[in-house]
DNA sequence: GCGTCCAGGTCTACC
DNA sequence: GGTAGACCTGGACGC
């Protein structure tokens, strides 16, 4: 085994841990999360299919990577290494007008000096919009669930029982009965097949997303284009796309609303709609840390 | 252990 | 454009 230990250097407004702990995604395999120690790790692909594993944890402003493989982590390994942890953790992400927005607003000026609004995402589109289908109609325990027999029976095999995310074509080369069988998907399946389908033939260039700059209710259209990806989803991928005028509302979000602003009482998207409408194209991410306040003590060390 | 009910988004057919 | 029903799984619950 090679071993490297990388070092990067974030923006000051970067906060590692409130990154890591934006959502549910850290808790997804390939990701692995070590509460206690503050790590979090996962295993890479690279461009040229070599395996890493990898190990980050934040110290004195720095992100420091330990990295594992196989083969000779190269300059250029190394190069996309640092990469692809600085797209997952968001961190070439400029958000200052957010905070500009936010200060504006008495409820929201607890934001910005928490470092809070960068969302976890996966090194690749593929694999948010893969998770993402898995969250639809069904409990956490059962995203998770799907989530791992994915990675553990179609993901490629590492030293220490880890596997990494598979890609477009693993998915693409097993028949529908299968990922219902195995990775207990349900109904779900012909439409983690179809969209494995289209990518892997070329047919959607879904990584484009992250570098689109159509609007961003064209962008919306095309994620909704794939089958399994509503409303919900798609306006939470486009979260993770860096884009926050949609709100991607889901039962427990609505809750969380309920309670927050009408003692418990439920009111209609509409008018969740028009409570957030205000706060234009950042609305989305407003309303997601408005939800989730509670994970982020100002006290706590990022 | 078994059967029943329910929650959870999306799609499709129908009006 | 709005709505009803089907899709599938796991968990809770009663027996």
């Known amino acids: 085994m090679n071993r490297t230990r990388l070092t990067v250097s974030p923006s000051s407004n970067f906060r590692f841990w409130r990154t890591v702990y934006s959502h549910g995604w850290c808790s997804l395999p390939p990701f692995q999360v070590d509460k206690e120690n503050r790590i979090l790790s996962r295993l890479l692909e690279l461009k040229d299919g070599t ?30 290494i640092k990469s692809q942890w600085m797209d997952c953790l968001r961190m070439n992400e400029d958000l200052g007008g957010f905070y500009a927005e936010a200060r504006k607003h008495r409820q929201y000026r607890w934001i910005p000096p928490t470092g809070a609004g960068r969302m976890l995402r996966s090194p690749t589109v593929f694999e948010d919009l893969v998770k993402m289908m898995c969250t639809t109609n069904c409990s956490w325990s059962l995203t998770e669930a799907m989530v791992k027999n994915l990675t553990g029976i179609l993901g490629r095999t590492f030293t220490g029982g880890l596997s990494s995310f598979p890609t477009p074509a693993a998915i693409a080369g097993v028949p529908e009965s299968f990922i219902r069988k195995n990775i207990r998907a349900g109904y779900r399946s012909p439409y983690l097949l179809e969209l494995s389908e289209r990518v892997a033939g070329g047919k959607l260039d879904v990584e484009s997303w992250r570098r689109s700059s159509v609007p961003t209710v064209e962008l919306f259209n095309r994620v909704r284009s794939v089958k399994g990806l509503g409303e919900y989803a798609a306006g939470n991928i486009l979260k993770l796309l860096g884009r926050y005028d949609y709100l991607g509302l889901d039962s427990w979000v609505r809750g969380r609303y309920y309670e927050l602003h009408r ?7 509409g008018t969740i709609a028009k409570h957030y409408a205000p706060y234009g194209s950042w609305r989305g991410l407003f309303l997601w840390l408005e939800m989730t306040r509670d994970w982020h003590d100002p006290a706590l060390p990022s």
Do not use: F, I, M, W
Not at 56 to 66: A, D, F, G, P, Q
Not at 263 to 269: F, H, I, L, M
């Open 51 to 80: 395996l890493v594993h990898c190990s980050v944890r934040s110290s004195e402003s720095r992100l420091h990577v330990e990295a594992t493989s196989a083969r000779n982590l190269t300059a250029a390994r190394r190069g996309e």
């Open 263 to 269: 003692k418990g009482r439920k009111v209609s998207d």
